[in-house]
């Protein structure tokens, strides 16, 4: 069992900055690829970014690429957004998800098995 807690969301102007954490829990932590979905009502939850196990492999989504950065500490149970050059269009609630093996098999919802609660992100023009 993984159990995992974002922070960090607040508001931010167009073209600031924020970094966005996940504290996890889990003996199995440190094994399992993590990622970071938003949504906003409405919508589908959609994939922001993803890193393996150890942190070597990541991954990004086209609207996002070149201005977030996923990262993750295994000492400290921790996996990072930082979030360059926030647009309005990157307002949304963000959540973290643990995947279910080491390397990154997938960044839909239905590949990670357990969430954060989510953390808010609005960015005003």
């Known amino acids: 069992q993984v159990h995992l807690v974002e922070s960090g969301g607040g508001s931010v102007q167009a073209g600031g900055s924020g970094r966005l954490s996940c504290a996890a829990s889990?003996?199995?932590?440190?094994?399992?690829?993590m990622g970071w979905f938003r949504q906003v009502p409405g919508k589908e939850r959609e994939g922001v970014a993803a890193v393996s196990g150890g942190g070597s492999d990541t991954y990004y989504a086209d609207c996002v690429k070149g201005r977030f950065t996923i990262s993750r500490d295994n000492a400290k149970n921790t996996v990072y957004l930082q979030m360059n050059s926030l647009k309005p269009e990157d307002t949304a609630m963000y959540f973290c998800?643990?995947?279910?093996?080491?390397?990154?098999?997938?960044?839909?919802?239905?590949?990670?098995?357990?969430w954060g609660q989510g953390a808010q992100v609005t960015v005003s023009s």
């Open positions: 998800a643990a995947g279910r093996t080491y390397a990154i098999t997938g960044v839909s919802p239905l590949d990670f098995n357990y």
């Open positions: 889990g003996d199995t932590y440190s094994r399992n690829y």
